[in-house]
């Protein structure tokens, strides 16, 4: 299995809505990333978890509140947002935050979930 | 930090005519370079990599190049196909983040 699954697909909500998005990956990974990605733009880093414990937060805004429930698991769970906010939130696992042996940080992505703030 | 730089950010072919796309980094110590495709709709998709110590690697109609002493790289795709129309993004790792340069919308013409 070598994919990343990430849900919902879409996801509408409101400014005052409490929502999360999950991303699920079986290749025995040990670091898992949200990215935010606006549209005709590349992938912005927003978190790190490696051995599920947050090792990165690129200053991202509090009402974005990543989980790592386990090592296969990462939820972001949204609170709060703002219409600024819409855009495709996509998840990624590599082997390990430094890139294992090889030292290159093979990221698999999700497909996304793309974000509608009204 | 890291910064990237894609060049160029479209590029319309004839199908079966070659695609290139140029990057350079800034910082001289990132050492794994990828490149990704990412077709609309769907999450970007790794198509081919390089690490710092090879200077060129083919897989089939793609090949990557690297100039370390330039501080560039290139994606170059052969017989072009429709199938290949996409958004092509190059990155380079430093430390634990990759630094992805701005894109380019590849358009495959029939």
């Known amino acids: 299995d070598t994919e990343v699954t990430q849900t919902p697909k879409h996801l509408v909500m409101g400014m005052t809505n409490k929502k999360s998005l999950k991303c699920e990956q079986h290749?025995?990974?040990?670091?898992m990333y949200w990215y935010k990605q606006k549209a005709k733009k590349p992938p912005e880093l927003m978190f790190v978890?490696?051995?599920?414990?947050?090792?990165i937060n690129e200053s991202v805004p509090s009402r974005f509140s990543p989980e790592c429930p386990n090592s296969s698991l990462l939820n972001l769970h949204l609170h709060a947002l703002q219409p600024e906010d819409s855009a495709l939130y996509l998840c990624?696992?590599?082997?390990?935050?430094?890139?294992?042996?090889?030292?290159?940080?093979?990221?698999?992505f999700g497909a996304g979930s793309r974000l509608t703030v009204l | 930090g890291e910064n990237v730089e894609q060049h160029p950010s479209t590029l319309s072919v004839q199908e079966g005519d070659s695609a290139v796309i140029k990057c350079t980094y800034s910082?001289?110590?990132?050492?794994?370079f990828p490149w990704y495709k990412q077709e609309l709709g769907k999450g970007p998709q790794l198509i081919i990599d390089?690490?710092?110590?090879?200077g060129e690697k083919k897989d089939q109609r793609i090949a990557v190049t690297l100039n370390k002493t330039a501080k560039h790289f290139s994606l170059h795709i052969t017989e072009t196909q429709p199938e290949d129309s996409a958004v092509y993004f190059c990155?380079?790792?430093?430390?634990?983040?990759?630094?992805f340069g701005a894109g380019t919308t590849v358009t495959v013409r029939a």
């Open positions: 990624a696992s590599s082997q390990d935050r430094q890139g294992g042996h090889s030292g290159a940080n093979v990221l698999t």
């Open positions: 290749m025995g990974h040990r670091a």
């Open positions: 978890y490696s051995y599920e414990k947050l090792s």
């Open positions: 910082d001289s110590a990132s050492n794994y």
């Open positions: 390089i690490r710092s110590n090879v």
């Open positions: 990155a380079a790792q430093l430390d634990y983040k990759l630094s």
